[in-house]
């Protein structure tokens, strides 16, 4: 099980779960006046992992990632929320070389090594037909009319919480020590075609997984101020 | 600076973040190597406050949430990554009850009164000239070109990048402590011409945030199973 493996060698990291699940039975044995007073907040490592210091790879370590791994993620990304549970993101690992060959003609030249080289690549696709499954994820009213038959709220609603989850994933991704690449430059119908023969599922990104080489990055770019981006009223 | 006394507070994660902080500075001073054999992952409590015991709440305790916290989640969610850099997104944070009340007649009926009483209410908007400021934020080529005049690509990208911001936001804000109730259902057309009245900017989802009130919580909704949403090829 590598990633118990891997936090087991990580001592301190190991240390401060424990103690910071002792805290959490503490919480849990509490009122919540507790809570009120003391919200539990990432320390800043932590943030660092997944925002501040993570960064978008383009070169790769010669280390595999396990299906134990792309399960451990898959189980994180699944709880962010969606649009009344409707959890359309569909997601197709990519790891051997033949399968990655199936991905080579949609991808642009300048994401082609990057993406052949990476461990996995994730096609991050979105089905349109989400509604289908909402009567069990939202089972308490009929959520299922409310996009049944409705084609552009119905494409609407899986663009916008496929890419949600998408997000999810590269967050989860890096909480799990793993390093993110992800591309929308590709073609998207080759994609579509050769991945989600079906139809009814659209590819939306792409996002290489591995465990990045630091040697490979380039210069980080600048982020808007916020008063650029951002108005308090 | 209420985010510090926060984490003062809570002793235990402020002395795993010692340790963590004096691992990083161990982990800097070395080679690569010892980052692959320990890749630095988040401990369970971590993984628990951002996605596994994350809910979307409904019903707020009585404690506003003030600039420097909203500061804080920007510069932390504009470390995201998106293509090209774009950095689409456009938020505005609706705290007084009289710009509330501008929002109200765009509001679903389900979703008025928990919005009405959100300490702040986040309109996640995405910018459809996002192309302007891409000289600044991708400078070493020429990217504005790619897009500028591309309407239906820059609509593309302007809504898949925005909204992975969006959930970049939702993971911080949980990051920091705080508790989020995102929506999608509201008078689209009636928030752009009353909050975005320019026109370049559309609205996407709106977010409350604040502290939530776990005595408000639904029941939790089932995920799919990893099979029914990803395939390992």
Not at 124 to 131: E, K, N
Request: hydrophobic share 40%.
């Amino acid at each position: 099980m590598p990633l118990y493996d891997a936090r087991l060698r990580c001592g301190i990291l190991a240390k401060c779960a424990a103690m910071q699940a002792r805290r959490a039975v503490n919480i849990g044995s509490n009122d919540h006046r507790r809570r009120i007073l003391t919200p539990m907040i990432l320390a800043e490592p932590a943030l660092d992992l997944i925002f501040r210091q993570a960064r978008t790879h383009n070169g790769w370590l010669d280390r595999a990632v396990d299906d134990e791994t792309l399960r451990a993620l898959y189980d994180l990304l699944k709880w962010g929320p969606t649009s009344a549970n409707c959890s359309p993101a569909r997601i197709i690992f990519v790891r051997p070389r033949q399968a990655k060959e199936r991905l080579r003609p949609a991808l642009s030249v300048g994401n082609l090594e990057k993406t052949m080289a990476a461990p996995v690549t994730a096609i991050i696709g979105h089905d349109l037909h989400f509604y289908d499954k909402l009567p069990r994820l939202f089972p308490h009213t009929d959520a299922r009319s409310w996009f049944a038959g409705k084609e552009e709220a119905s494409r609407t609603t899986a663009f916008r919480n496929g890419t949600l989850q998408g997000a999810y994933l590269i967050i989860a991704a890096r909480a799990l020590g793993l390093d993110c690449g992800p591309m929308s430059g590709f073609d998207h119908a080759k994609v579509d075609a050769e991945f989600f023969p079906g139809g009814t599922v659209k590819s939306n990104f792409l996002c290489n997984l591995g465990y990045g080489d630091p040697a490979k990055l380039f210069a980080r770019n600048p982020r808007l101020p916020f008063d650029e981006a951002c108005q308090v009223l």
